[in-house]
């Protein structure tokens, strides 16, 4: 069974109790341009309401990327000012709020790059199996770009505050090895029989009982939860301003003329 999607770029199906969502532009290694967010949140709310599913799978189209990261081509135009940058991260919200809420096992099947908002897009889900070769990062301070506190809370919670600042400082690749260690994934398995492994491993867990399976999960969402802990004022302004400041138009300039950039802390 097909899932209408909104955008092309974002591919949707179910078939023997498995959803497999694709982000399908593989000739930018499936970048994240402002509908791929908005269909992936788009996507996810369908695919909820179908009872037949459980599991659903991630994965990029291409042998390349699973997502590279951001669409950074768009955000002269699309996350250049405040009213844009708020449309943006709404969407980017939105998408990663259903995704990290969706009510049976997801799983990400990572093959080559899964950097930034690809990263952001794979810790969100339950299982995380990639491919030999395969890199991660977040390269949010090459950019000038502001990291929000619930993707940092994310990050931290699975690596831990002294890997995630690491990660966030240097904003350099991992190899898949050191990502395995640090547990930003679960399995490494050779690329080609990363498809076969990551089907045999959801066939596994939809022949599992679906009501324990939802119970693990929904318990697990509770254990790790602290509902006390939200985003402070302080944080958001201080994340609001990095995309307000000269660095991020720099960042962007750079990236798009190749070059590395000068950054002054304005």
Known sequence: MIIESPTPKMLAEVKDGVAWIT?????KRNAMSLDMWQGLGQIIGEIE????VRVLILKGAGDIAFVSGADISE???KRSNQKDRDAYEAAFDNALDKLANFSRPVVAMIRGYC??????????????IASKNSKFGIPAAKLGLGYGFQA????ESIVGPSSAKDILFTARFLEESEAL???LINFVVDSDVLETTVSEYADRIVANAPLTISAVKATVGEVVKDPGQESP???NNMVNNCFLSEDYKEGRSAFLEKRKPKFTGS
């Open 23 to 27: 982000f399908n532009a593989p000739e």
């Open 49 to 52: 309401k179908e009872e037949s």
């Open 75 to 77: 955000f002269e135009e």
């Open 115 to 128: 950097i930034g908002g690809g990263l952001a897009i794979a810790l969100n889900t339950d299982i995380r």
């Open 152 to 155: 940092v809370k994310t990050l």
């Open 181 to 183: 260690r640090l547990g």
């Open 233 to 235: 004022a302080h944080i």
